[in-house]
Every structure is written in C-alpha cells, then in structure tokens.
C-alpha cells in the first residue's frame, strides 16, 4: 500500500503512527511546504523570544522518520491533486501516485484587506517557525510593533516581542482578549497581567490603515481615528483550512474539507484531520474546523487507521483552548459562551488578585459542558473527561469551583469506573499557545 500524507505536524505524527500499527510493509510518504521536521508550534513565542533554541522546537526523536520508515519530503509544495489519476501534484511539476492519501495541511493566517499594508515591508504574519525566525531575524531594528488580533496567536506574538524588551500594542476589535474561546472575566484577568507586563491593549477598535513613508512603517491608524506610531506590524487576526490546491478536484471543502467519522473526505481513498478537516462537533453533530492541537492529533490517528484498513470511531470534536501567558495557565474547553444562558446552570469563582478564575457550564440536566480555568488547571484532565463522558456532576457540583477539586470529590462509582486498577483513562489537555494542529 502506498500512503501519501501532505502536512507534517500533529495530525501528520497521528497518522504516522496509526497506519504503522496496522501495516507494517506499507510505504509513507510524507510532503510538507514547510523546511522542518514536525516542531511544537505553540512554542514559536519562546523561539521569537529567546526562552529556547531552535533545538528546542522539534517535539519527536531525531530517529523517528526513520524509525517509521517515512520518506519525508520537506520545502515542497503541493498545487493539485488529480483524484482520477491518484496522483499529487507538486508546484515544480512533479508528481507522486498514492493509493491512500491524508491532507493535513492545517491552516494559512487570514490577511484582511487593510489599506496601506501590501506597500509597507515590516508586514508579518505568526503561525509557524520560519514567521517567527523572519521577526527575530529583524528584531534589533523594532523599537514599537503592533499586533492586530488578541486571539491565541496574537497574544503569543506579542508575549514573545515583550520577551525581547520591545513595546507592544495588541489591537483586538472584540471587547476583550481571547473572544473567541475564553469568556469576559477570564479576558480581563489576562489583559490585566498583559499590562502589568507592559503589553498596551486597546480593544473594540481595528486598524483601517498602516502609514508610512515608502516602504517604511510610521504607525497605524484605528477605525475610531487613533494613530499608534510603531514601525513593525504583526496580523494575527486568524487562520483559513489551507485547502486551496483542491479547486477543481472533486473533493468537498466548505470551510474546510468535509470528513465523515472516518476522516475520508467526499472522494474514497482521500481523508483529511487537523485544522483543514472540517468534521463533526462532539455537542451539535454539526460540521466545524477545529483548529485544536490535541484533536488533529485524534483526527490522524482515526484517519491513518481507515487507511491501513482497521476502523476507530470519532466522538466529535470537542473545543479546548489554552494559553500560559507570563506564567499564568488558562484553558477553556466545551462550551463556554453559551448563546443562551437561561438554558444552562453557571458557576463562576473569581479572584482577581492572584489571577485566579473559575466558571463551569452545566446544562439542565446536570452535565457538564464547558469550563474556563484561569491561574489553576492541574486537573483540567477531569474535567475534560467528565465533559467527553457526559457524566451527571449534581452530587459534586459545588466542589467543581474549588481549587482543590479532583478525584477524591467524585462518587466512589465513578472514581471505580474511571480510575480504579487500570489507572486513569481520561484524556489529559497536551496542548497550549496558538491553538494548536497548523
């Protein structure tokens, strides 16, 4: 069997080795645009920053390709895939023939059209390692930047410019940081720890405009008519399914590429996992990109699994973020903005002194559904586990605000099911920084 992977981060990894337990004698292949080996992209901050070396950023073995027998084909493009012929096509003219072929090509960082920004050369974006090496490679010459997005990955740009004493301003058009995954209170309690540290933040506001003179950067001027004078921009507003290449091919993209259980795709013998898949969500049933770190890697083991010929069953993707930022954790998973509260039950602690945050979403019949932990997530692994196993929390509900829930706060039954002899079975949340699974 030949098996073709495009992409090689955490979903590519997944896959690798799903298909090597099932296929021993089977070749892979393994294509990425990028010129390195699969690397902790929730760490590009520490690199911009200096925390760690470039030797710091892979997370897998040297001797792992090998190991797995994988011919890696590293800085090389694709441009289509002809579904007829089983071929990938590659942007030098070359091609390569596949029986079973997996795209976890992860996301390209959306650029909004802003005036004034394709004439300006200090332009970056920040998903990947070679972004954050182009802005250490020019970071003696930045004195002020601008960040333009306060999600997970603006955030980290700007932790990592403030890691290298430079001034930093974070523009983020929501009225608070981390919108999209994290709620009100948790978003001022890391705005506040952002200012403590020196970071500037302006939110319900957007740049219109970046000025300059040439190809210099001068500063930037804001929808309410505000200039920020800096002279290095940073857009990190998000991230698009890097499905581009599959115009014309047959297979289904929506906002990313339509997957059923089995991570295959509308065209038998293609799958896709990672932030390109657009798959089942684990409350709604419906189809959502889910650009989180442990999920590509889930994604790729079910779909190397359907390649190799065994079947694993999906459960849905279940949304988890997390970001530590200047030594204070978050992680936020499930529901956690609910669109209509009156239908659900919500339990919130705060103290925003020492940093510290607690909110928990039940819905009415007593189950857990989201979580936000802010200063305190030692034991998100339960919680994620009680969310994933749909268990009735009343009995224990009180408790789940305390710092020091755990294990012993949960039914003997329950604790006998899910830990007992063969140790815990819940899965701990592995993922931090930009959101994880590019």
């Not at 590519?12 to 099932?22: S, T």
């Not at 709620?183 to 506001?205: L, Q, S, Y």
């Not at 419906?286 to 359907?306: E, H, L, S, V």
Request: glycine share 10%.
């Amino acid at each position: 069997m030949n098996y073709v992977i495009v992409g090689n981060s955490v979903a590519a990894v997944g896959a690798i080795r799903a298909i090597r337990a099932q296929d021993q004698q089977g070749t892979i292949t393994v294509v990425s645009r990028e010129r390195h080996t699969a690397y902790g992209r929730p760490l590009i901050s520490y690199l911009l920053g200096g925390v760690i070396t470039e030797k710091g950023m892979p997370y897998l073995p040297e001797n792992f390709y090998d190991q797995q027998r994988v011919n890696l084909l590293l800085a090389t493009e694709v441009a289509s895939v002809d579904t007829v012929a089983k071929r990938v096509l590659f942007t030098t003219g070359e091609s390569l023939p596949y029986d079973k072929l997996l795209l976890a090509t992860g996301g390209d960082p959306f650029l909004p059209p802003i005036e004034g920004m394709a004439d300006r050369d200090r332009v970056y974006t920040f998903t990947t390692w070679d972004d954050a090496a182009k802005l250490k490679a020019v970071s003696a010459d930045i004195q002020r930047a601008v960040v333009i997005g306060g999600g997970l990955i603006g955030l980290k740009a700007a932790e990592g410019l403030n890691l290298l004493n430079k001034s930093v301003t974070v523009i983020e058009l929501a009225d608070r940081v981390l919108s999209s995954a994290f709620d009100r209170p948790a978003g001022k309690i890391v705005a506040r720890k952002m200012r403590a540290n020196g970071i500037d933040v302006i939110t319900e506001d957007t740049v219109v405009r970046i000025e300059g003179e040439g190809a210099t950067i001068t500063g930037v001027t804001l929808k309410s008519g505000d200039f920020i004078p800096c002279d290095t921009v940073v857009v990190a507003i998000g991230v698009r399914p890097a499905a581009g290449f599959l115009k014309g091919s047959g297979v289904e993209v929506n906002r990313g590429i339509v997957v059923d259980d089995r991570m295959q795709s509308s065209v038998p013998d293609i799958f896709a996992a990672g932030d390109v898949a657009e798959a089942r969500d684990f409350f709604s049933d419906q189809k959502n990109p889910m650009p989180i770190w442990p999920d590509a890697y889930i994604q790729g083991d079910i779909a190397g699994t359907a390649m190799a010929g065994a079947e694993k069953g999906y459960e849905g993707g279940l949304a988890m973020n997390s970001i530590e930022f200047f030594k204070v954790s978050t992680i936020s998973m499930g529901v956690t903005n609910p669109r209509d509260p009156v239908e659900y039950d919500i339990l919130t602690f705060l103290d925003s002194d020492n940093y510290q945050y607690r909110k928990i979403v039940l819905d009415k019949a007593g189950h857990l559904v989201g979580a936000v932990l802010v200063g305190n997530v030692d034991r998100a692994g339960i919680f994620a586990g009680l969310i994933r196993n749909r268990v009735e929390v009343t009995p224990f509900r009180e408790q789940l605000l305390t710092p020091e829930f755990g294990f012993i706060h949960l039914p003997p039954a329950i604790r006998k099911e899910r830990f007992g002899q063969r140790g815990y079975s819940w899965p701990q949340p592995c993922f931090d920084g930009n959101g994880g699974g590019h």
